[in-house]
């Protein structure tokens, strides 16, 4: 059984343009503080949000990772700037502005529990948010206590490659040593999580969430609203 983390195990309730924009607007201040070109800090903020926004194109295009060190290293190299703290400053202020509103969904971690109990071994695949390093969403399993219940993890960032991208849903079956006709996909997004998986030939089931845009034409194995529903199903009762 395999899982998607975010808006799925859990929450960041936030408006991600509006982050993304404040810690743009950090970093952009601190590479501007560090310089002394007369750049200023809209300009670096213009740059470095062309960056990710070109990045994020090509993602939907290509359903490959864009590491977020690498766009920081572009903006950077563009206004000459070399110091190596100031690649763990911009990382962690992205981090930051997703623990805004993070919080567990409700039963994450009894339901993970009674999973485990069943016999089924358990798998996350994961697209990072922006391309961060796999260690900040591993922080966040870990601020749950969630990361023991888990065979394996596979991030988007660690392969290179984003959902629905076939790939990173085989690479995560290889890692169970499950095949896809006996695996259970869950997830949020009819996009990337349901129809990656019923691509690949697993069992998809949406979780229903805010955080995903309506398409008729992908048809979930299952539809739950809470983890009881999902229990429901692996039993064999409704």
């Not at 290889?174 to 069992?203: H, R, W």
Request: aromatic letters at 10%.
């Amino acid at each position: 059984m395999l899982f998607d983390l975010g808006h799925t195990l859990i929450d960041y309730h936030n408006d991600w343009r509006g982050s993304e924009r404040r810690a743009v607007e950090t970093v952009s201040q601190e590479v501007c503080d560090r310089l002394d070109n007369g750049a200023r800090a809209d300009e670096v903020s213009k740059h470095l949000l062309a960056l990710l926004e070109a990045g994020r194109a090509i993602k939907l295009s290509k359903q490959i990772e864009i590491p977020l060190v690498q766009v920081l290293e572009d903006c950077f190299s563009r206004f000459e700037v070399k110091d190596a703290k100031l690649m763990d400053f911009g990382l962690e202020n992205f981090y930051a502005v997703l623990l805004e509103g993070r919080e567990i969904v409700p039963g994450t971690e009894a339901m993970l529990q009674t999973v485990k109990r069943m016999g089924y071994g358990i798998g996350l695949v994961s697209d990072v948010a922006w391309g961060l390093p796999s260690y900040f969403p591993l922080k966040d399993m870990r601020f749950y206590g969630l990361d023991d219940y888990f065979d394996d993890m596979v991030f988007s960032t660690d392969v290179g490659l984003r959902k629905p991208n076939p790939k990173i849903f085989e690479i995560a079956l290889q890692n169970l040593g499950s095949s896809p006709e006996e695996s259970i996909f869950v997830g949020n997004n009819l996009q990337a999580d349901v129809k990656g998986a019923l691509d690949v030939g697993m069992t998809a089931v949406l979780k229903r969430s805010n955080f995903y845009s309506h398409d008729d034409s992908i048809v979930p194995s299952a539809k739950i609203s809470d983890w009881n529903e999902l229990l429901s199903l692996l039993r064999g009762t409704t």
